[in-house]
């Protein structure tokens, strides 16, 4: 099995989900070949909610100092996948390697449904 892909599904188990009870799991993949994975993490105030994919960031910056995202997957029990929220796709979009060639695989817990570009899921991402 792809190893994002199992450290997406394994991560997703650890997801802190009591209100939407819907559980997600990301990894990604740094310029140097590591991974990281990262799960929901809800909260009664639902502002202070984290998405899976930031989690996964938030661990590669703080474990590693790594700044450059090559692939992400991003798996949820729903049959058909989910894509990143709009926070998300602007979050990895700021630290992807190439938005032109980092890809997003949708899964579910089973195996990978679709794949995108970065650049597929936000166009027109906000810059400075």
Same mark, same amino acid.
């Given at each position: ?33 590591? !991974?990281?994975?990262?799960?929901? +993490?809800?909260?009664?105030?639902? %502002?202070? &909610?984290? *998405?899976?994919?930031?989690?996964? =960031? ?10 450059? !995202?090559?692939?992400?997957?991003? +798996?949820?029990?729903?049959?058909? %996948?989910? &894509?990143? *929220?709009?926070?998300?796709?602007? =979050? ?24 995108? &570009? ?11």
């Amino acid at each position: 099995m792809n190893p994002l892909l199992s450290e997406a599904i394994k991560t997703r188990l650890q997801a802190h989900a009591p209100y939407s009870k819907f559980m997600v799991g990301a990894a990604i993949r740094d310029d140097q070949g590591q !991974i990281y994975g990262g799960c929901n +993490v809800e909260n009664a105030s639902y %502002g202070a &909610t984290i *998405c899976a994919e930031r989690t996964a =960031v938030v661990r590669m910056v703080g474990q590693s100092g790594a700044r450059k !995202i090559t692939e992400v997957v991003v +798996v949820t029990d729903g049959a058909s %996948g989910h &894509t990143p *929220c709009g926070i998300c796709r602007q =979050v990895l979009t700021e630290f992807s390697a190439d938005p032109k060639k980092t890809l997003v695989h949708i899964a579910n817990t089973q195996k990978i449904l679709k794949t995108f &570009t970065l650049e597929d899921l936000l166009p027109e991402s906000f810059k400075l």
